[in-house]
């Protein structure tokens, strides 16, 4: 009798409970699982609508993160968007994501979250050394150093560009050019690293266009070296370290 068949004769339960007669999954693994995530970026995605809901009333928009404000015009085209819809689909994304993956979720979660949370801030504030050297480094490429404009200087506002930015440029941007790269049979050892660049391109340019910054070389390369130290970090810690780390460069960087 093949697995199938067998699986299908024992029904849904015994299957579901196979599947849940698992090895126990790590730390250094468990970060990087979608349960994980979603329990660590929940919260983080709430507080960032009460906030904007809170300090900029339920139809301000001063204090929404660029590359959202973006998405709902875009949607508007379609007609009118509902304010919660946007977090709506970013929920369902992650829950999903995490329900596909659920058989091999980490066993200890809130120890795993904690450390989510604490990778975060480890490699945000390695972030902000890794840019504080950027100027230096575009000098000796004949690049005049310039200043790299932040979101709105507001908390609130640094949580959802961390959530969403990461969301869209390194989960869907990289994640998935990464696998159409590797489905059209490029080694990952070639695929990674394009889908580094790439999305990171694309994260930089997004700036330009989002907040209708002037292209200045040195900025551009400087959001560049962001948002491919973020591809990197998603791809060997995971979403809610990136995130993470994501929001507390926005946070040290932006706040006076």
């Not at 979660?109 to 504080?132: D, H, Q, R, Y």
């Not at 070639?190 to 910054?213: G, K």
Request: hydrophobic share 55%.
């Amino acid at each position: 009798m093949g697995l199938t068949g067998g699986y299908r004769n024992r029904g849904w339960f015994a299957h579901w409970r196979d599947r849940e007669n698992r090895y126990p999954v790590g730390y250094l693994a468990g970060v990087r699982h979608p349960w994980p995530c979603l329990v660590f970026l929940i919260p983080l995605l709430a507080a960032y609508e009460l906030g904007v809901w809170r300090l900029a009333g339920p139809n301000g928009e001063s204090l929404r993160a660029g590359v959202e404000l973006w998405l709902r015009e875009w949607l508007k085209q379609a007609g009118s968007v509902p304010p919660a819809l946007i977090p709506a689909i970013l929920g369902t994304l992650l829950g999903v994501w995490a329900m596909w993956r659920w058989s091999d979720r980490p066993e200890r979660l809130f120890t795993t979250v904690f450390g989510i949370a604490l990778e975060g801030v480890i490699f945000g504030l390695v972030l902000w050394v890794v840019c504080l050297n950027a100027p230096a480094i575009l000098d000796q490429f004949g690049l005049v150093p310039a200043a790299v404009s932040g979101p709105n200087p507001q908390l609130v506002t640094y949580v959802g560009v961390g959530v969403y930015e990461e969301v869209l440029f390194r989960l869907i941007g990289f994640a998935w050019l990464a696998f159409v790269l590797r489905a059209a049979f490029v080694p990952w050892i070639v695929a990674v690293p394009m889908a580094v660049v790439v999305s990171a391109a694309a994260f930089a340019l997004a700036h330009h266009f989002v907040q209708t910054d002037p292209f200045v070389p040195a900025v551009f390369l400087t959001r560049m070296l962001i948002g491919a130290f973020c591809a990197v970090l998603f791809w060997l810690r995971g979403l809610g370290v990136a995130v993470g780390a994501h929001i507390v460069y926005d946070i040290v960087v932006g706040t006076p």
